[in-house]
């Protein structure tokens, strides 16, 4: 069974930062593409940052580039996302998630997923 853990979650104020931590267990995180998904009450999960297996990364919405970067650390098989500048509409719950190789934007070719870390913005 693959699994995949998220941390860091938690309450900030508007302007804080934060780093999610995805870690893998039972399998090797560097043959993957992981993605940061999030999901707002209310609307659709969207994708938020990807890394390839190459180590590329992408940013999906204009509204968290610049103030989010995605990172992996293959030795500790665990990929971060460091959100800084944080603001109320970041508020979501963040799921990691992982496909073969390459990154997408599209939710529905990821196979694994973890179980969510809240993440809430508020003064």
């Known amino acids: 069974q693959l699994q995949l853990v998220e941390s860091g979650g938690g309450l900030v104020q508007p302007g804080g930062s934060l780093r999610l931590s995805c870690t893998a267990s039972?399998?090797?995180?560097?043959?993957?593409?992981v993605a940061w998904f999030r999901q707002a009450p209310g609307k659709e999960r969207e994708g938020v940052s990807c890394?390839?297996?190459?180590?590329?990364?992408?940013v999906y919405p204009d509204s968290v580039k610049d103030r989010f970067t995605i990172s992996r650390d293959n030795a500790k098989n665990t990929v971060y996302l460091q959100m800084n500048s944080l603001k109320p509409e970041d508020t979501a719950v963040y799921y990691c998630?992982?496909?073969?190789?390459?990154?997408?934007?599209?939710?529905?070719?990821?196979?694994?997923w973890g179980q969510g870390t809240q993440v809430t913005v508020s003064s």
């Open positions: 998630a992982v496909r073969a190789n390459y990154c997408s934007g599209y939710a529905g070719s990821y196979y694994y």
């Open positions: 039972t399998f090797t995180f560097n043959l993957y593409a």
């Open positions: 890394i390839a297996r190459s180590g590329d990364s992408t």
